[in-house]
């Protein structure tokens, strides 16, 4: 999306901008030659105040050769995988280059049709048409994408607002982010709450009663009303001493992450949102107090989407007992062994600690009880976490029996493979 796919490279194109009579009449055109391959055929409802377009996104569904496979729909027969499925529609489309980056998704180049008016002079330089070709996986999918880039910056504008109270969104849908885990691993922290937009639009406090969602708005400000009817948007007061204590809000823009600078760089309505619209606010006295936290967002989230709660629960438990995972053998187990001392008696030597803590690592966190010695009492609790002062008490007791033993097992073994090696010379 944006149309610049084909401008940079080896090979540049020239694919200028289009006024809306020539907006229309492509993407008419289309959407009607993508039907003979696709069920579904869509594209989102455009930014208000369009004076022009850098290109055309369309988004497909439900190709109509996995339906019917024999029925010889168009010539093309459609094949059946994604890779394809978008090859027969830039095919269809007469498009003469292709940029497939992605897996389900290709911009194609066509050729500016002779019978439509160039407003720019470009000379003998062919011009062309950037088509950005989506293909979705299901109808739920393609809904969740038209409502996802509908009105231009839209989302751009409500993803920062939601952001401060652990929710996201994506290519599929809205999420929940568990912030025990989200600086570490921003995508194991997502839990999925809905794919839905009716359900995500209720759970966000906006409104699609009306034509909120079936035409543009008429104008960046009336979007921007819309925007701010969002149940999480507030704007924080002049010189506001709560910063660390309340979630949301407009941010410091000197503190954004690198999306939103590059958004409000290169998206005017973005720039307009935090430049005009916010500092509007703040002098007039609106949406300045907060009605939601972090914590209550994340009760809302489980009230609202059902089972929730629980896969939020389980991610978290698992990260933690994972987490522990990772540190027990270095910092409880290891660590609990007294060290090697210069000078002690043989059987003490150096390799007997090594011996002892990778076998009291395989005893305490596999079960591996091969070597006959096992914990006296349980040391995890029902959940799954390990008592780490039961863990360290083992280790100290019971250290040199485990090495020895160890010791032990690993001259036995070599012992039978020498055997094992002297059967094989002798024959």
């Not at 639009?201 to 708005?217: A, I």
């Not at 409000?264 to 430049?275: I, L, N, T």
């Not at 003490?348 to 096992?374: C, E, F, T, V």
Request: proline share 6%; with cysteine; hydrophobic share 35%.
């Amino acid at each position: 999306m944006g149309g610049s796919a084909f401008s940079s490279g080896s090979n540049p194109l020239f694919t200028p901008r289009m006024s809306p009579r020539v907006y229309q009449h492509i993407l008419s055109t289309c959407h009607a030659k993508l039907l003979e391959l696709f069920f579904v055929v869509a594209t989102p409802i455009e930014g208000p105040e369009k004076k022009d377009h850098g290109d055309i996104d369309i988004f497909v569904a439900v190709e109509k050769y996995a339906a019917f496979p024999s029925s010889g729909i168009h010539s093309t027969s459609l094949p059946p995988s994604t890779h394809e499925s978008l090859k027969a529609a830039a095919i269809l489309l007469g498009a003469e280059y292709s940029i497939g980056e992605q897996p389900n998704a290709v911009n194609l180049a066509i050729p500016w049709p002779n019978d439509l008016p160039q407003e720019e002079t470009s000379g003998d330089v062919p011009r062309y048409i950037q088509v950005d070709l989506h293909l979705c996986d299901s109808v739920e999918h393609l809904q969740w994408m038209l409502l996802k880039y509908a009105h231009g910056d839209l989302w751009n504008i409500l993803g920062s607002t939601i952001r401060p109270y652990g929710l996201t969104i994506d290519e599929v849908g809205l999420y929940i982010r568990i912030p025990e885990i989200e600086h570490l691993n921003k995508k194991q922290s997502k839990v999925l709450l809905s794919s839905d937009p009716m359900e995500i639009l209720s759970f966000l406090g906006l409104k699609y009663d009306s034509t909120q969602w079936e035409r543009p708005f008429a104008s960046m400000e009336d979007l921007m009303e819309y925007a701010a009817t969002c149940r999480l948007f507030w704007v924080r007061p002049e010189q506001d001493d709560s910063a660390t204590e309340v979630d949301g809000g407009d941010f410091d823009k000197s503190k954004m992450k690198a999306n939103d600078r590059r958004r409000m760089k290169g998206r005017a309505a973005f720039r307009k949102w935090y430049d005009e619209f916010i500092p509007a606010c703040r002098e007039a006295g609106r949406f300045t107090t907060p009605i939601s936290t972090r914590d209550t967002v994340r009760e809302d989230a489980f009230e609202q989407f059902p089972g929730t709660r629980h896969v939020y629960k389980n991610r978290l438990l698992e990260w933690r007992k994972e987490q522990q995972r990772q540190t027990l053998g270095r910092e409880v187990i290891k660590a609990s062994i007294p060290e090697w001392k210069e000078g002690e008696e043989e059987h003490n030597r150096k390799h007997l600690r090594s011996l002892a803590a990778s076998s009291l690592k395989k005893i305490i966190m596999q079960d591996d009880y091969s070597l006959g010695i096992h914990p006296p009492l349980p040391l995890r609790d029902p959940d799954g976490f390990y008592n780490e002062d039961l863990v360290r008490e083992f280790v100290v007791d019971n250290w040199r029996r485990v090495g020895e033993a160890a010791w032990e097992e690993s001259q036995k073994r070599y012992a039978e493979r020498l055997a094992e090696q002297g059967d094989k010379r002798t024959s």
